[in-house]
């Protein structure tokens, strides 16, 4: 498995912007697909965004399109996912996960290794 840490949450005023990022460590990061999920306060943890492990495929969810994208950097290990025109309804723990699955997936239940998570929070 790989072990991820995910950094950059904090607290930005709607409308704003936040780079996370998520640094991997372990065996063949290049091979996994990417994915961050993100939990609000007594909600169940949603899919947000993935992308695959060459890039080339990525899959979002409906509320973040034209406002967050994913890339990634294989050489690095590093995954970040860019936030824009950030809602109060943006705030939560936002984690970094990785599957073997080959193509982007939004099952939560495909990702086996997950980071611990960064707090992100919007202020309005």
């Known amino acids: 498995q790989v072990q991820l840490v995910e950094s950059g949450g904090g607290l930005v005023q709607a409308g704003g912007s936040l780079r996370l990022s998520c640094a991997a460590s372990g065996r063949s990061f290049s091979s996994y697909t990417m994915g961050w999920f993100r939990q609000a306060p007594g909600k169940e943890r949603e899919f947000v965004i993935a992308?695959?492990?060459?890039?080339?495929?990525?899959y979002l969810a409906d509320f973040v399109k034209g406002r967050f994208t994913i890339s990634r950097d294989n050489a690095k290990e590093l995954v970040y996912l860019e936030m824009n025109s950030l809602k109060p309804e943006d705030t939560a723990v936002y984690y970094c996960?990785?599957?073997?699955?080959?193509?982007?997936?939004?099952?939560?239940?495909?990702?086996?290794?997950w980071g611990q998570g960064t707090q992100v929070t919007v202020s309005s």
């Open positions: 992308v695959s492990w060459r890039g080339g495929t990525i």
């Open positions: 996960a990785a599957t073997t699955t080959s193509f982007a997936t939004l099952k939560i239940d495909d990702y086996a290794s």
